[in-house]
């Protein structure tokens, strides 16, 4: 399986400002997606990061609050704009290595967003 | 619309006693179905998977159990272990949906020394 980092692991942020997430991985992957995960709820998908063009949103997900890059095989960031304590969740990133591992995805640490 | 649910939030075992964690889906078209355990400040780890085409799959202690007329599974731990204590979650993708997965809320497992 990939090695997946996340940076930063945690931050408390004021509201109406914006976070920046990076999501690492050590190997060329074709997939990576970016999950979150509110207090006692499930993971829910907000994107697939999609590596030369624009991401794909899940419903209720939208690119002018969770904008995303992915200029590589192994990078992408998440950005949580203009935030609200709303936003306070564990994010994290995830990666699909390719054909051979079926659907299986592999995650990172996450990255636990507090918003006062 | 929840399509994957665990409806038991929590489940306690002694150590040494099987685990059945219940998972339960309501859209035919998943086909393949995961397992991922989470402890507190870490990402899920994948633990283990199973195909529409089989039954059961086994993997050391953990075995995963699909019933698919009843669109059930579970996941059993023999023997449970103090360190099985986390949080697991299901989810279940359709092959070729460019791999999304849909999780269940999660179970919480303690194993009791």
């Known amino acids: 399986s990939a090695v997946i980092s996340q940076k930063p692991s945690r931050d408390i942020c004021q509201r109406g400002t914006s976070l920046t997430i990076q999501c690492q991985v050590d190997s060329q992957v074709t997939m990576m997606f970016w999950y979150r995960q509110q207090p006692g709820q499930s993971l829910t998908l907000i994107a697939t990061a999609n590596q030369g063009s624009e991401a794909t949103y899940e419903s209720g997900f939208v690119i002018d609050k969770f904008p995303i890059s992915r200029p590589n095989l192994t990078f992408s960031t998440l950005t949580v704009s203009n935030m609200s304590p709303e936003d306070s969740s564990i994010y994290l990133c995830?990666?699909?290595?390719?054909?051979?591992?079926?659907?299986?995805?592999?995650f990172g640490p996450g990255t636990r967003l507090l918003v006062l | 619309d929840q399509q994957v649910k665990q409806n038991s939030p929590s489940l306690s075992v002694q150590e040494g006693r099987i685990s059945i964690l219940n998972c339960d889906y309501t859209n035919s078209m998943f086909d393949y179905f995961l397992w991922y355990k989470k402890y507190p400040a870490e990402g899920p780890t994948f633990l283990i998977s199973i195909s529409s085409i089989k039954d059961k799959n086994e993997d050391g202690r953990f075995t995963v159990f699909l019933n698919k007329s009843a669109k059930h599974l579970s996941l059993h731990i023999v023997p449970s272990q103090p360190g099985d204590s986390a949080v697991y979650f299901c989810a279940a993708s359709i092959t070729g949906a460019n791999s999304k997965l849909t999780f269940g809320k999660g179970i919480t497992l303690s194993v009791r020394p």
């Open positions: 995830s990666v699909h290595p390719g054909s051979w591992a079926q659907e299986t995805q592999y």
